[in-house]
């Protein structure tokens, strides 16, 4: 199946960060701001999980949240996670099936790192799942302002002027 038969039979939308998704599960339980770290200002369910696709040349875009986001690789091409930390460390992790180059089935994304998504066959595409735990909100997503991130991690303008807008 190609990228838009993907995108139609999983009723994906466009994503403000770049790709498709749609949000396949929220908790129906969730837990009070006292309940969860100071970071956060409004409840928050459990645990929610996401399809998203990504389609050659498009990128995710830097961002962040406030949590944690396990990736998970399901179908397609590798895609290369590009982490900048907290501690200004540039982290390339690759997504999919093959070990042999280096791939994973998972990745860990901790709350407030910067990333992006890139997929690597520049023909290709790939189709991995998000899950957030506590549950994610638009309010706790934040993308990244180019000249701010440069001027945050002048080392790594020339990744942030590639996935960028």
Not at 31 to 48: A, D, G, I, K, Y
Not at 65 to 81: M, N, P, R
Not at 88 to 95: D, N, V
Request: net charge neutral; glycine share 6%; hydrophobic share 35%.
């Amino acid at each position: 199946m190609k990228a838009q038969d993907w995108i139609k039979r999983l009723e994906l939308q466009a994503h403000p960060e770049g790709g498709y998704y749609k949000e396949t599960y929220r908790c129906n339980e969730s837990l009070t701001p006292v309940n969860l770290p100071q970071r956060f200002e409004q409840s928050h369910c459990f645990s929610t999980a996401i399809y998203y696709l990504l389609e050659a040349p498009q990128f995710s875009a830097f961002h962040r949240i406030k949590q944690d986001e396990v990736w998970h690789f399901y179908h397609g091409s590798t895609l290369t996670i590009h982490v900048i930390n907290i501690n200004g460390k540039y982290l390339k992790l690759k997504l999919g099936n093959n070990p042999k180059q280096g791939c994973s089935f998972q990745h860990v994304i901790q709350a407030g790192d910067w990333f992006a998504a890139s997929v690597d066959d520049p023909t290709g595409f790939s189709l991995v799942g998000c899950t957030v735990a506590p549950g994610f909100e638009f309010t706790d997503f934040e993308l990244a302002k180019r000249n701010q991130l440069i001027e945050l991690f002048p080392k790594h303008h020339q990744i942030i002027k590639q996935l960028t807008r």
